[in-house]
């Protein structure tokens, strides 16, 4: 027997419950590798599978948990083997598939990742699904031209996971960073990632009827879509690009082609769920030589099984700042 978070759904009103419950290793999914799971964390797609399920469950009772770092304890996979270390993010693992909300969990060996040198599995979901994607997002943007020196490169939604991260990394590798947030109270704590500029949400998130503005941003990681986009398109320099990570601002996006026309703007949308393993092992591998280790602790604020019901409303509320890691022998 071992300890994980279900959700369970009353078919009759339709609600879900969450609760830790002890259940057995027959009970888990059919897969090639079992995971004695160390450390998982908090994302807004876990608030929603834990709540209301947001049609991202899709058979109940759940084991929620995109996320999970830990030790194989069996595989039938010759790539791995018991004792390896190992990470697993997206592949909806914790939506479709149950996740890492749990002591253990068995999944496809193509979903996980060798923990990089560097790393151990506290530090990885330090950095979970939002990290990597943080840093897919800075992969993306180099890749596409950007270099030290530029200019300044804007993170939008900079207080959140994605947004914390990415600040943090472009700090290190020697960017100016200028972090947008609407939380004033924040500023010092983005400050301390690295960011040199503080960019107030209200001054950049209504749309303006001029397509183009001032060029100003080098780059962009944008968490959060919507108008705020769509205004940060116009005030692209030529050529730049722009990571689009989110939409905690919405999903439409009232913009013009005019940036993309008149200046050769791209917009490079980055998915970490099916993300190639290849580009996995990349971006793990530049996680554990260029995130600084300092900074991603300052993020960091820890959690057990028990704490996950209430953190999953939190989240959905925006409430949560920095990164929750579970450690689920807590």
């Known amino acids: 027997m071992f300890k994980a978070l279900v959700v369970t759904k009353d078919e009759e009103s339709g609600k879900t419950s969450a609760g830790v419950q002890e259940i057995t290793e027959d009970q888990l999914p059919a897969a090639e590798v079992t995971v004695a799971v160390e450390?998982?964390?908090?994302?807004?797609?876990?608030?929603?599978?834990?709540?209301?399920?947001?049609?991202?469950?899709?058979?109940?009772?759940?084991?929620?948990?995109?996320?999970?770092?830990?030790?194989?304890?069996?595989?039938?996979?010759?790539?791995?083997?018991?004792?390896?270390?190992?990470?697993?993010?997206?592949?909806?693992?914790?939506?479709?598939?149950?996740?890492?909300y749990a002591q253990k969990a068995r999944v496809k060996a193509d979903w996980l990742v060798p923990l990089p040198e560097g790393l151990d599995t506290r530090a990885a979901m330090a950095v979970g699904t939002a990290g990597f994607t943080a840093m897919l997002a800075v992969m993306a943007l180099e890749d596409h031209g950007l270099k030290t020196g530029d200019g300044p490169v804007l993170v939008t939604g900079a207080a959140g996971g994605v947004g914390s991260v990415a600040t943090a990394i472009l700090a290190h590798l020697g960017y100016e960073v200028a972090a947008v947030t609407g939380r004033p109270e924040t500023a010092e704590y983005l400050k301390s990632l690295g960011a040199s500029q503080i960019v107030p949400r209200e001054e950049i998130n209504e749309t303006v009827k001029r397509p183009l503005e001032g060029e100003t941003w080098a780059g962009c990681v944008d968490a959060v879509g919507g108008a705020m986009l769509a205004r940060v398109l116009g005030q692209m320099k030529y050529g730049a690009s722009v990571s689009a990570v989110g939409l905690a601002g919405g999903a439409g996006l009232p913009a013009t082609v005019i940036p993309f026309l008149l200046r050769g703007v791209n917009l490079l949308g980055i998915d970490s769920v099916m993300q190639p393993y290849d580009n996995r092992l990349r971006a793990w591998r530049r996680i554990a030589s260029d995130l600084p280790m300092d900074k991603l602790e300052a993020m960091v604020h820890p959690a057990t099984l028990s704490d996950l019901p209430q953190l999953g409303a939190d989240i959905l509320k925006g409430q949560v700042k920095g990164r929750v890691v579970v450690d689920l022998n807590g």
């Open 39 to 100: 450390y998982s964390t908090v994302n807004y797609k876990d608030g929603l599978c834990i709540g209301p399920g947001g049609g991202l469950v899709r058979k109940y009772p759940h084991v929620p948990g995109i996320d999970f770092a830990g030790t194989v304890e069996a595989s039938e996979d010759d790539r791995y083997k018991a004792g390896d270390k190992v990470v697993l993010t997206g592949w909806r693992v914790g939506e479709a598939h149950w996740g890492g």
